[in-house]
């Protein structure tokens, strides 16, 4: 009677620390046995017990064309049959940063790495070293990787320093970072009041996903760029989850802000390990060899994952790609909303480009703290009923959602349809 699901996951605790690679996979949130995922195809995800479901987490981003797309797999299978790693300069390496510098225009020069987590990492390390300060600012509710640095929690006062948020990050680490509110240009600019010659580096999402999904005011992004600008300080976009997810220009060409820095992971790989940061050529010539500041890596610009975010790249850039994206996703958003309403439920639901946020709440958040204040209950309820119907959200109220090209607008209103039926028994 155990499903295979549940038999893998029992298994999988023995010698992985909660059964899973990565927190938010272990269902914590939501409660229940997590999904051990076999196989997927194009929109859908099929699970250990073989039930397919229409997903809305593409891996938490990357697949934006779907799952197994014919043209990323065949790039991924010619590369492989040339040897995996050489841990040397490639062709491909070189094709992928022009292309990377020639659709971000802030980017002049581009690093690539193996994921989100060392580009964001590695930005702040050449911002303070070009800078010759110390200061890191970042805000409540952004995620930016698990490194040291970044995991902190606002301090006790607006302009105290934080405290380290995660078990092992020493409270020396974090004693040079300051977390502010999301959304209050107000604080930022006390922030720069206070110690703006010492702050290297503002970093930000520019669209926060890592906190369901929380658009940026245009008062708050312009704040930070003047502001940044003003006192020398580097500001950083952290794209990771928004390049070439909310449009081919990313958030920065969205908003027409141009940062110093940004952060790429997530859909530039494809699904595989890449992840990159560049932009100002004055800045990126800080890095080794060409400068003092030190960043390296064994797999960096890895020929298989270089394949797949080139397979990837090419093809978002299809006239139409975004457009298309973005419509579905809205029908996705204004789908749920309107069973909602008629059903008398408190919910909301936005997206940006090819990213959507829901919330259990009248409104849609703009604050963290309004985020906090949506119905977790009613959210984890939502999530196991639709789990139940074939149609996979992200395991967590704090997460934003992805729909990708592959869904099809019958897709998305078979899971509408569900949520309709759902809605209509809570009365
Ligand atoms: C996912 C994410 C990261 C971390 O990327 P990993 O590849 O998981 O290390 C960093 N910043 C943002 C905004 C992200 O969404």
């Not at 064309?65 to 991924?76: C, T």
């Not at 520019?206 to 999904?213: D, F, R």
């Not at 003047?226 to 952290?238: M, N, P, Q, R, S």
Request: glycine share 12%.
């Amino acid at each position: 009677m155990s499903s295979r699901n549940q038999q893998l996951f029992e298994r999988a605790q023995r010698h992985i620390p909660g059964g899973v690679n990565s927190p938010v996979r272990a269902f914590r949130s939501v409660g229940g046995t997590p999904l051990f995922f076999q196989k997927g195809a194009g929109s859908q995800v099929q699970d250990a017990d073989g039930k397919w479901y229409t997903d809305y987490v593409g891996s938490w981003g990357p697949m934006i064309l779907g799952h197994a797309h014919p043209e990323v797999i065949a790039a991924v299978q010619a590369a492989v049959v040339d040897g995996l790693s050489f841990g040397a300069p490639t062709e491909k390496e070189v094709e992928i940063a022009d292309l990377l510098c020639e659709l971000v225009p802030s980017m002049e020069m581009v690093r690539l790495v193996s994921s989100g987590t060392e580009a964001t990492m590695s930005a702040i390390r050449l911002a303070r070293g070009y800078t010759g300060r110390d200061i890191l600012v970042k805000f409540e509710g952004c995620y930016h990787g698990h490194s040291d640095a970044l995991l902190v929690k606002a301090g006790s006062g607006a302009l105290t320093f934080g405290n380290p948020s995660s078990g092992g990050v020493p409270a020396s680490t974090v004693a040079t970072t300051l977390v502010l509110p999301y959304n209050d240009p107000q604080a930022l600019a006390e922030a720069f009041k206070t110690h703006g010659d010492q702050i290297a580096t503002v970093i930000v999402e520019p669209v926060v996903g890592n906190m369901n999904l929380i658009a940026p005011t245009a008062e708050f992004l312009k704040a930070m760029r003047e502001l940044t600008a003003k006192h020398g300080a580097v500001l950083i976009f952290d794209e990771v989850m928004t390049g070439f997810r909310v449009g081919l220009k990313s958030a920065q060409g969205l908003f027409s802000i141009t940062p110093d820095l940004s952060t790429f992971g997530k859909v530039v790989g494809g699904g595989m390990p890449l992840g990159a940061f560049g932009g100002k050529r004055k800045i990126m010539e800080k890095i080794a060899p060409l400068g003092p500041v030190y960043q390296a890596g064994t797999l960096s610009g890895n020929p298989i994952a270089t394949a797949a975010g080139l397979a990837t790249l090419k093809l978002i850039q299809a006239p139409g790609f975004y457009e298309s994206l973005t419509a579905k996703t809205k029908s996705l958003c204004e789908g749920l909303v309107g069973a909602a309403k008629t059903h008398g439920v408190a919910f909301s639901a936005q997206n940006i480009g090819g990213m959507f946020g829901l919330y259990f709440a009248e409104q849609c958040p703009g604050t963290y703290d309004a985020v906090l204040h949506c119905d977790k209950e009613a959210f984890n309820r939502f999530f196991h009923a639709m789990l139940e119907a074939g149609h996979y959200f992200a395991p967590s109220a704090f997460e934003a959602g992805f729909v990708s090209a592959a869904h099809s607008e019958a897709e998305i209103a078979g899971t509408v349809a569900a949520a309709d039926a759902y809605f209509a028994s809570l009365k």
